[in-house]
Every structure is written in structure tokens, then in C-alpha cells.
């Protein structure tokens, strides 16, 4: 026994769900931190296969982007982590963070969220269903 843990015996696990995941990203307020704004937004989804990233289309020069774009991961083993985030694409340089990196511990059912970023004093509403119906199940 590991006498740094008070004499207690310690794990590492990571869980995983057998699931379909959907992740609706509606829209943001980006606030007025940033000039010549270019936002989209990353997902990103990892399984038992591997890591999943998609975006949304961007919009040039705007501060309050309606995307409503549906992201349909699919049925697999994921591991219980989303990451999202607002990103500004740039032309000539690697594109920059708007918002904070939001990790989100997926469970399940249907999800809406509001993200306050500290990043650019806006936010951003996005939701996401974790179906562990029986077809997902049975497909494997």
C-alpha cells in the first residue's frame, strides 16, 4: 500500500458508454473582446476507436453566429468526455481560441448547455443526446 495515500488504495479507470451521440451546436455571443472575428466551433468526440473532431462552418466578422449545425457522431464506445470549443479562423496564421475549452462528462439522455467563456466575456449554447438505445446495443 502506497503510504502517500493515507493508506487507502487508489485506481485509474476511464468509463466508457455504448452510446449514439448527437451534438447540436446552435449559437454564441462573443462579446466585443476581439475585433474582425471569424468564428466556428470544434467538437471533439473520443472512443474506444479513437478521437473524432468536427467544426462548424465559420462566419466572417461576426460576433453573434447562429450555426444550428447537427453533428451526428454515430453508435460506439465513448469515453466519457466531450470537448468544445469557439475558434477564429485566420488566413495567413494558425487560427485562435475565442472561447474557453469546455470539457463536458457526457451522460445520458438529451442536454442543453450554456458555456460562459472568461475568454471573450460571452457564451455559447449547444446540446447533445447520448442514446444508449437498444439498436445502438444490438449493432455491436
Request: include cysteine; charge should be negative; glycine fraction near 4%.
Amino acid at each position: 500500500i502506497d503510504s502517500s495515500c493515507n493508506g487507502y488504495v487508489t485506481f485509474d479507470y476511464t468509463i466508457t458508454v455504448k452510446a449514439a451521440l448527437t451534438v447540436t451546436v446552435k449559437y454564441a455571443n462573443l462579446g466585443q473582446s476581439y475585433e474582425n472575428q471569424d468564428p466556428y466551433v470544434q467538437v471533439e468526440a473520443t472512443s474506444t476507436n479513437g478521437s473524432y473532431v468536427m467544426q462548424t462552418p465559420h462566419y466572417y466578422n461576426n460576433y453573434n453566429p447562429v450555426w444550428n449545425t447537427v453533428f451526428n457522431f454515430g453508435c460506439q464506445n465513448w469515453i466519457n468526455s466531450l470537448q468544445i470549443q469557439i475558434w477564429d479562423k485566420d488566413n495567413y496564421s494558425a487560427d485562435d481560441p475565442l472561447s474557453d475549452l469546455h470539457q463536458i462528462a457526457l451522460s445520458p439522455g438529451n442536454h442543453t448547455s450554456l458555456r460562459y467563456s472568461s475568454r471573450s466575456n460571452g457564451y455559447l449554447i449547444y446540446d447533445y443526446i447520448l442514446d444508449m438505445d437498444e439498436e445502438c446495443n444490438l449493432a455491436s
